[in-house]
């Protein structure tokens, strides 16, 4: 147990680290855009720290979830359909501000999972914020983010999506591992520390659930599986 | 001056950019190591900009790449960095000796104005 506790501790302590990295970008950036003195930067400052906000609430309610456990963690029944909806509209804003297209894409009509609404929506707008932060870096030919559910033999997987970011199993545990010790821990996605990623993991596993790798219409993308319940099929 | 800069952060590369043409360059943004390869043969810059932390391929493999070509072996490069520069102070001889970097900014302390000096006296 408390070698549980203290790999628990470290890890919190790793993706600490890599959130205090992360949140230097959103700094500079209003710093630099401050110096020029632009009243037309206004709005990219605004949804600049927006950002760096929602990163850190949604950082803050892992944690919270992750040491009350399941106290706090209230299940509901949660349609995935409408908390896709909800993120694309969470992250519009900085989708366009990084040239970014949106596209929200749900195949078929699916019955409500059991879930933390909130939980669920934090750990996918982080996602979405992190990999709208890369995209343009990764000399991709066309900008473009799918905002997904669709299902799998196991339940419905919910995730973004990309023909870009070719994200596999592989790099994701390694970049696990190296959180908060490397610069770049998922250096062939993010320049960064990619701390919104890691905060999405942390979201997914206190929700029992787990990010990991997902293919869907040939695209690339991180994703978690959200378990059906038969009992829940019948509200 | 022609200035290529390689800044993979789309928000930051614009406010650069924009800080170096109000003093008189001109500037051609890219934001990972392969197009910044593209853009050198392209536009033929005077001095390079370049951010370390790249995804995919770094900024080192960036500057082992350039460097080999002998049209661009005496192209002043500045790196400005989110690394620290005491983080590669041991190799700082490989860098500005091999590499040929002719100034180290550490990003957050170092602002446009500062930036553009160094791009002046380049």
């Known amino acids: ?235 | 001056m022609r200035i290529l800069l390689i800044e993979p952060d789309k928000i930051l590369a614009s406010t650069y950019k924009r800080a170096l043409v109000l003093a008189g360059h001109q500037v051609t943004m890219c934001a990972g190591a392969q197009a910044a390869i593209i853009a050198a043969d392209q536009t033929q810059p005077d001095v390079v900009v370049l951010e370390l932390q790249l995804p995919g391929h770094s900024g080192i493999e960036f500057l082992h790449e350039f460097r080999s070509y002998s049209d661009w072996s005496k192209v002043p490069v500045i790196v400005q960095s989110m690394v620290p520069a005491g983080e590669f102070a041991a190799s700082w001889t490989l860098l500005s000796g091999r590499l040929g970097v002719t100034e180290y900014l550490y990003k957050p302390l170092t602002s446009l104005q500062r930036l553009t000096q160094s791009v002046a006296a380049a």
Do not use: W
Request: glycine share 6%; aromatic share 4%; hydrophobic share 45%.
């Open chain 1, 1 to 235: 147990m408390a070698i549980h506790g203290n790999r628990q501790g470290a890890m919190s302590q790793q993706l600490l680290l890599a959130l205090a990295e992360q949140l230097k970008l959103p700094l500079l950036q209003i710093a630099r855009q401050a110096e020029l003195g632009q009243p037309s930067d206004l709005p990219a400052v605004r949804t600049t720290a927006e950002s760096a906000l929602k990163l850190i609430d949604s950082y803050l309610l892992g944690v919270r979830l992750s040491t009350e456990g399941q106290t706090a963690l209230a299940l509901e029944p949660v349609s995935v359909s409408s908390v896709l909806y909800d993120v694309a509209t969470d992250l519009t804003a900085a989708a366009q501000f990084y040239g970014v297209q949106l596209d929200l894409k749900v195949a078929g009509r699916y019955g409500p999972v059991l879930a933390n609404r909130q939980a669920l929506k934090s750990a996918l707008t982080s996602l979405g914020m992190a990999l709208i932060e890369s995209l343009p870096a990764l000399d991709a030919k066309r900008l473009s983010l799918d905002l997904a559910a669709h299902k799998c033999r196991y339940g419905i997987v919910a995730g973004i999506y990309s023909d870009s970011v070719k994200m596999r199993s592989v790099p994701l545990a390694d970049g696990r591992r190296l959180m908060g010790q490397s610069r770049q821990p998922l250096h062939d996605i993010s320049g960064q520390s990619a701390a919104g990623i890691f905060v999405a993991d942390q979201l997914f596993s206190a929700m029992q659930l787990k990010l990991q790798s997902s293919k869907f219409q040939n695209l690339h993308g991180l994703a978690a599986v959200l378990p059906v319940s038969p009992q829940l099929s019948l509200i």
